[in-house]
């Protein structure tokens, strides 16, 4: 077997082989479930995440909700002296005096006024009249007249910052001015309280303007550019703005893991950014989820596990015992009597008794085959050796008849006859004694047959004729032994009859039985031949019947028959193919002798 044919034998057992069948069936079982709990689990997953933004959203508002509560009490408290237009009218100072109720009515304001449109301090708490036209924080707000909030420094304040809160006054459509309120920055920045909780807190407007941060390790006077262990990184401000409401997890500037949580402070023109450390979970929750995210693979090999083990216990295993009884059976072993499965389920030990009863019956039968064969070999041989013996006393008797006859044509006659009996009895008296009765050693029986020809081959001077013999082991069937004995009987009763030699020389003949280069098997028999009959013998005249009888055993062989005559030798080839041993002959046995001879 080559290794290619094992590869592929190997290969057809592998995926042929029950537990690929199983695992198979369990992965087409299973999957719309793990299909089903897969989605199911990312649901839940996601919904778990959004939660859990919800949740930080909440914690980041509840940080900023002083900072949120303070921002929009100025915005009230601007919007309610934008909508009493009648304070600025005259010269000011009935507003001048509101303003300054207000500031000192509220520890978190330090600064009220009225702008009006063409860039003049109208009134204001600390009663100061003064022009902001050239101001760039004037310019902006009469670009985008709008409520805002914003931080900057106050010089008249030795440069502290301040968080201002703007409002537009309309009378109708038409813009007459803006009411400012400033508040401390210290009240806006201690106003957040992350409440002990890791999280750095960042306030700013719509348009991305820092208004005030509170961050582990800094200052309230800190740049708010150095706020990058707050701020996310690739995202400004002004984009976190435009989104709104938000919660995600990414690095800082700073290259840190962090969470981050956007909520709207004041009407989605304020908002409040939360950088929080992410939690440190315990193992288990994590393993949790990623149990619950992996589950339907779990499941499906601890499904396939469980289900192989089980086949394998309960089947597999009974089987391959049974798979190996089988080939002890192939092999010629026969007695399972004894044999048992190992805690096998009713339906294989079912399986297993009816192989040890197949296995009983068959030895039964093969041992009833067996006897009748030794009988039927037994009244065979015993038919060979009557026949054998009953061939020998007709020889017996014919020698007798010679010796009583009193020509020597008809001793010489009765002696060919005597010849083609003897050569009947050798064949019985082989198979009787051969072990197997279907196959002849050809070579054998014609070496037995041969040799007792040097009894007919005396001449009457007391002369003999050399006879030699080339067998090769050859084996034919019995109905071929039959007519191959008859025919080399009778070519070398004909040689002996016709052989010759030149004066003072001796007569011979040669008899060879060899298989040729294509498988057929060739019989030759050569005599040498004188100018005239050998001396002393007595000239017989010729019938014709060997060759007759040679011709019609050539004919029951199928042979090819060839005779070649030359002056000093006459050579007779016979070239037949062999019988097929392994077929059983079931023809009856064709007459031997042709019919009216």
């Given amino acids: 077997m080559t290794d290619r044919l094992k590869a592929r034998l190997g290969t057809r057992r592998v995926t042929n082989s029950l537990a690929i069948w199983l695992v198979g069936a369990l992965t087409v079982a299973m999957l719309p479930l793990g299909l089903i709990s897969v989605y199911q689990t990312s649901k839940v997953l996601h919904e778990s995440e959004r939660l859990s933004g919800v949740a930080l959203m909440d914690r980041t508002q509840q940080a900023a909700a002083g900072t949120q509560a303070l921002i929009q009490s100025a915005f009230g408290a601007a919007r309610s002296v934008a909508a009493a237009n009648v304070l600025f009218a005259g010269d000011g100072q009935n507003c001048d005096a509101v303003l300054a109720r207000l500031v000192e009515g509220t520890e978190a304001y330090i600064f009220a006024g009225y702008i009006t449109a063409d860039g003049q301090i109208a009134c204001s708490s600390s009663g100061e009249r003064i022009s902001v036209a050239d101001d760039a924080y004037f310019l902006e707000l009469l670009r985008d007249p709008r409520a805002r909030v914003d931080t900057r420094l106050n010089p008249s304040l030795q440069n502290p910052r301040v968080v201002r809160v703007s409002v537009p006054v309309l009378e109708g459509d038409v813009l007459t001015g803006f009411v400012l309120i400033s508040l401390p920055y210290a009240a806006a920045y201690y106003t957040l309280d992350d409440h002990g909780e890791p999280v750095d807190l960042l306030v700013f407007d719509d348009d991305g303007d820092f208004v005030t941060a509170e961050a582990a390790g800094r200052e309230e006077s800190a740049a708010p550019e150095t706020y990058e262990e707050v701020l996310p990184q690739d995202l400004t401000l002004e984009d976190l703005a435009a989104v709104g409401r938000q919660s995600f997890r990414g690095q800082n500037r700073l290259g840190e893991i962090r969470d981050f949580a956007v909520v709207p402070v004041v009407e989605d023109r304020v908002f409040v950014l939360g950088s929080w450390v992410p939690e440190r979970r315990s193992f288990l929750p994590a393993a949790g989820r990623t149990m619950a995210l992996y589950f339907p693979l779990v499941m499906w090999v601890a499904g396939v596990l469980v289900a192989f083990f089980a086949v394998h216990w309960l089947v597999i295993r ?167 004995s008859l025919l080399a009987t009778e070519a070398a009763i004909n040689a002996v009859k016709y052989c010759g030699a030149a004066r003072g020389e001796s007569a011979w003949i040669t008899i060879a039985l060899q298989t040729l280069d294509d498988g057929r098997i060739c019989l030759s028999v050569v005599n040498s031949r004188g100018s005239g009959p050998v001396e002393g013998r007595p000239e017989l005249e010729s019938s014709g019947m060997g060759q007759q009888l040679i011709q019609s ?41 042709p019919a009216g001879t």
């Fill in 318 to 484: 009974h089987i391959a015992r049974l798979q190996s009884w089988m080939r002890l059976y192939a092999s010629g072993h026969t007695c399972f009597e004894t044999a048992r499965l190992d805690n096998a389920p009713h339906e294989l030990e079912v399986v297993a008794e009816a192989f040890r009863s197949m296995t009983r019956r068959l030895e039964e039968q093969d041992r009833a085959l067996e006897e009748d064969l030794a009988e039927k070999t037994i009244l065979l041989k015993e038919i060979h050796h009557r026949v054998k013996n009953n061939l020998q006393l007709i020889t017996s008797i014919m020698n007798m008849q010679i010796r009583s006859a009193r020509s020597a044509e008809a001793q010489t006659l009765l002696r060919r006859v005597q010849d083609r009996v003897m050569a009947l009895a050798a064949i019985h008296r082989y198979l009787y004694m051969a072990r197997k009765l279907s196959v002849v050693r050809a070579d054998r029986l014609l070496d037995d047959i041969i040799g007792k020809l040097g009894i007919v081959s005396d001449a009457g001077d007391g002369n003999r004729v050399r006879i030699s013999t080339q067998f090769s082991p050859v084996e034919i069937g019995p109905d071929q032994s039959v007519s191959l």
């Fill in 553 to 593: 055993f050539a004919l029951q062989l199928d042979a090819d028959l060839e005779i070649q005559e030359t002056a000093d030798r006459y050579e007779v080839h016979l070239t037949f193919a062999p019988a097929d041993l392994s077929m059983d002959d079931e023809e009856d046995e064709e007459t031997l002798m």
